[in-house]
């Protein structure tokens, strides 16, 4: 493999997440209907026909970001262990919601692609696939023996939880987008009760 062929992998990787970049922004800014490919294209600084090479329509950029939302979650998954700050974890991510961190899924944009996916069949599956692949992750985590880091939970209550974990922080969300001037010792106060008394009783 020639030297040129080697360092197109890292080049084309970086032209994507700049387009995803600006694609996240375009949908924050104007909704997902408003924001055309040119848009997009503008925002990320290149040509709509350079962009086209990487992505052919919108529903593949917010496949794109959904796929890249989903890997995130494993890893996030991945480094659960039993002795976890889970409070602090949520936390954590509600401040980065708040604050427009492009590092975490922005609320707005992830309750935009819900409303899309109730008229697109194809973000709908990967939205429900990413549903299903989380959901999953948490219920195993929580249903592992302690001494393999995980909760130890039965499997009917390790699902049970799993669900009320998932309300709760998708509630936060919609929070994080509707009241975000709620004061943070508010927002600790009720994460910490909630762990404590739902999550990890």
Not at 10 to 20: D, G, K, S, Y
Not at 77 to 92: C, F, G, M, T, Y
Not at 139 to 156: H, T
């Amino acid at each position: 493999m020639s030297a040129g062929a080697c360092s197109a992998g890292p080049r084309a990787e970086a032209q994507r997440e700049r387009i995803l970049c600006a694609a996240q922004k375009c949908f924050i800014e104007h909704g997902f209907h408003a924001a055309s490919m040119a848009n997009i294209a503008e925002t990320a600084q290149m040509s709509a026909g350079l962009m086209y090479r990487y992505f052919e329509n919108k529903n593949a950029i917010v496949l794109a970001i959904v796929e890249r939302q989903l890997q995130e979650g494993r890893d996030q998954i991945a480094q659960l262990h039993s002795s976890a700050d889970l409070a602090a974890d949520i936390i954590h991510t509600y401040t980065g919601w708040r604050a427009q961190d492009p590092s975490v899924m922005n609320p707005a944009l992830f309750l935009e692609m819900r409303a899309e996916a109730t008229r697109d069949p194809q973000i709908a599956a990967a939205l429900r696939a990413w549903d299903e692949l989380i959901f999953a992750g948490l219920q195993s985590w929580m249903a592992r023996p302690r001494e393999e880091g995980g909760l130890g939970l039965p499997a009917a209550m390790a699902a049970q939880r799993t669900f009320l974990l998932l309300s709760f922080v998708n509630g936060l969300a919609i929070r994080a987008v509707g009241q975000p001037g709620l004061e943070d010792a508010l927002i600790r106060e009720v994460v910490e009760k909630f762990v404590e008394r739902v999550v990890l009783p």
